[in-house]
């Protein structure tokens, strides 16, 4: 019986429990794509061939260091692909607000690519303006 993707997924995410795992395939899969974006703006086709191959070595280190565990993704190439970047996507997701304290940036609000709505461009032009304004007064003055 052929297996779902959803399956495939659970069984994947197992594989790559632990966090190390997860943030060395998220270096492979980004090197990766960076060689196969290079190779082609460069018209050079053994950036574009070596591009797999940097990946699985990459991931195969970190199943061999951290989980212990043998990965064969030539069985299933288009299955292990679209895994691999879901697992890309949500490292970088869970890995952002780290990365982001540790260079000191601070979001108030979560972007996700869409266009912020009315109410959240509201909210944060009172916020600015909360803060850009000094507070003078001492209280309710009663005045009218």
């Given at each position: 019986?052929?297996?779902?993707?959803?399956?495939?997924?659970?069984?994947y995410?197992?594989?790559?429990?632990?966090?190390?795992?997860?943030?060395?395939?998220?270096?492979?899969t980004?090197?990766?794509?960076?060689?196969?974006?290079?190779?082609i703006?460069?018209?050079?086709?053994l950036?574009?061939?070596?591009?797999?191959?940097?990946?699985?070595?990459?991931?195969q280190v970190?199943?061999?260091?951290?989980?212990?565990?043998?990965?064969?993704?030539?069985?299933?190439?288009?299955?292990?692909?679209?895994?691999?970047?879901?697992?890309?996507?949500?490292?970088?997701a869970s890995?952002?607000?780290?990365?982001?304290?540790?260079?000191?940036?601070?979001?108030?609000?979560?972007?996700?690519?869409?266009?912020?709505t009315?109410?959240?461009?509201?909210?944060?032009s009172?916020?600015?303006?909360?803060?850009?304004?000094?507070?003078?007064?001492?209280?309710?003055?009663?005045?009218?």
């Amino acid at each position: 019986m052929k297996q779902t993707f959803e399956e495939f997924w659970h069984t994947y995410a197992r594989m790559h429990a632990h966090p190390s795992t997860r943030r060395m395939h998220a270096l492979a899969t980004a090197s990766a794509l960076t060689l196969v974006v290079v190779g082609i703006a460069t018209r050079h086709v053994l950036l574009v061939a070596a591009a797999p191959i940097v990946d699985f070595a990459i991931a195969q280190v970190s199943h061999r260091v951290f989980e212990r565990n043998k990965t064969r993704p030539w069985r299933a190439p288009v299955r292990h692909a679209r895994a691999e970047l879901r697992l890309f996507r949500q490292t970088l997701a869970s890995e952002a607000p780290r990365l982001r304290q540790h260079l000191g940036v601070h979001f108030r609000g979560r972007f996700r690519g869409r266009t912020t709505t009315r109410r959240a461009r509201m909210d944060a032009s009172t916020e600015v303006e909360r803060h850009a304004q000094p507070n003078t007064s001492k209280g309710f003055t009663g005045g009218g």
